[in-house]
C-alpha cells in the first residue's frame, strides 16, 4: 500500500517562508505526476503546483514567481517552497501522487497540512 505524508506546514507572518515536504512509501510503485492542491475555508479545492516525471511544471497564477515544486526522486520526495506568504495563502496543503502500483494506475492523496499566513 502506498501512502503519502506531508510535513512542513505551520504559522508564519506574512512575507515569510515555508518549505512543504511530501514523502511517497510503500513497495513496488512508480511516480508520474507529483502535485501539491491546497483548500482554504469554504472554498473549493484548487491545484497549487505540479511537477511531472519529464521535469515540467505547472503553477496556478496567484502563486507563480512565489513557489516552487521540486522533487528528489531518489527519494520519492516532493518539495514545495512558499516564499513571500500572503494571507490568501493560508490554507490546508494537500500533496497528490500518480503512481502506478500492482499493475494499477491512480492518483493518491496525503492528509494534508496546515499552513497559517497572518497579516
Known amino acids: 500500500q502506498v501512502q503519502l505524508v506531508e510535513s512542513g506546514g505551520g504559522a508564519v507572518q506574512a512575507g515569510g517562508t515555508l518549505r512543504l515536504s511530501c514523502a511517497a512509501s510503500?513497495?513496488?510503485?512508480?511516480?508520474?505526476?507529483m502535485d501539491w492542491y491546497r483548500q482554504a475555508p469554504g472554498k473549493q479545492r484548487e491545484l497549487v503546483a505540479t511537477?511531472?516525471?519529464?521535469?515540467?511544471?505547472y503553477y496556478a497564477g496567484s502563486v507563480k514567481g512565489r513557489f516552487t515544486i521540486s522533487r528528489d526522486n531518489a527519494k520519492n520526495t516532493v518539495y514545495l517552497q512558499m516564499n513571500s506568504l500572503k494571507p490568501e495563502d493560508t490554507a490546508v496543503y494537500y500533496c497528490?501522487?500518480?503512481?502506478?502500483?500492482?499493475?494499477?494506475?491512480?492518483?493518491?492523496w496525503g492528509k494534508g497540512t496546515q499552513v497559517t499566513v497572518s497579516s
Open positions: 510503500g513497495s513496488s510503485f512508480s511516480i508520474n505526476s
Open positions: 511537477s511531472t516525471s519529464g521535469g515540467s511544471t
Open positions: 497528490s501522487a500518480f503512481i502506478t502500483s500492482m499493475g494499477l494506475s491512480r492518483p493518491y
